[in-house]
């Protein structure tokens, strides 16, 4: 029992930090239809921007708590990843933005080469060792042998917190219905008085932002950064996306917890399972027989897809 608590804590950690970087995914797709891959390489070079400010703060004094040194850190990051995701979308979407569907594809997986070799020559190739400012000293839960830090708590909490702050945007303010209205119908929306190039370049900088958290929580949660840190991260939080529903944001959160407590549980018992014969270091390939499962099974995920056919 102790083991299989374990895991659950392990697993909403983890699916936290997909269900941050899905909600990325999943707010492009369903105003644009296109899929934003160079995502996990915004959340890259968060994590990495975060630790060159991290760095020059505690250059001048390292009297200042850890979390308040996050805190200072983290809005300058999310700045610069959404001001990095603003241009992204001028530059590698917009101009395509009435071409065939494969072209923004395209020109996705070029951008995201053209980050990581960015980020390689200003950071170098090797791996950097990402100071740890949380608290990580375990809490035994109840007695049962299951243990959780002050970090992982503080990354389930903030995640939380975010997703639903962003679900409230969405759905109740007035920047959220012209972002429904765009994904509905850019034309009419158009018509109606929205600017969709404004609703699609804010849709981007909130995208980048969140990834610029979920870099943030991954660096803190394992304590190093290098120049392709994004790309699996990015590729598992697509997988939750479609296996929420891809375009729905609700589908997106639920689709990352679920996937970050189907690989927990999966690395925690693949052992047993296989006498053996694999271990732990297999996790990665539970995220992708879940893709493969939902594409075949339920191609809409979960919750259904919430984008509109075009008029």
Known sequence: MDIFLQQIINGLVLGSIYALIALGYTMVYGVLGIINFAHGEVLMIGAMVSLSL?????????????????????????????????????????????????????SAIGMSILLQTIAMMI?????????????????????????????????????????????????????????????????????MGVNPNRVISITFMLGGALAALAGIMIASNYGNVHFYMGFIPGLKAFTAAVLGGIGNLKGAMLGGLLLGLIESLGAGYIGDLTGGVFGSNYQDIFAFLVLILVLVLRPTGLLGERVSDRA
């Open 123 to 191: 950071w170098s190739r090797n791996p950097m060792t990402y100071p740890q400012l949380l608290p990580s000293i375990p809490i035994d839960l109840w007695g049962s042998g299951a243990t959780i830090t002050g970090k992982e708590i503080v990354i389930i909490v903030v995640a939380l917190a975010v997703m639903c702050g962003l679900l409230f945007l969405v759905e109740k303010t007035k920047l959220g219905r012209a972002m429904r209205a765009t994904a509905e119908n850019t034309q009419i929306a158009a018509l």
């Open 54 to 106: 991290l760095g020059l703060i505690l250059s001048f004094t390292s009297d200042l708590p850890g979390w308040l040194t996050l805190l200072i850190v983290l809005p300058i990051t999310m700045a610069v990843c959404a001001g990095l995701s603003y241009w992204i979308e001028r530059i590698a979407y917009r101009p395509l933005r009435n071409a065939p569907r494969l072209a923004p594809l395209i």
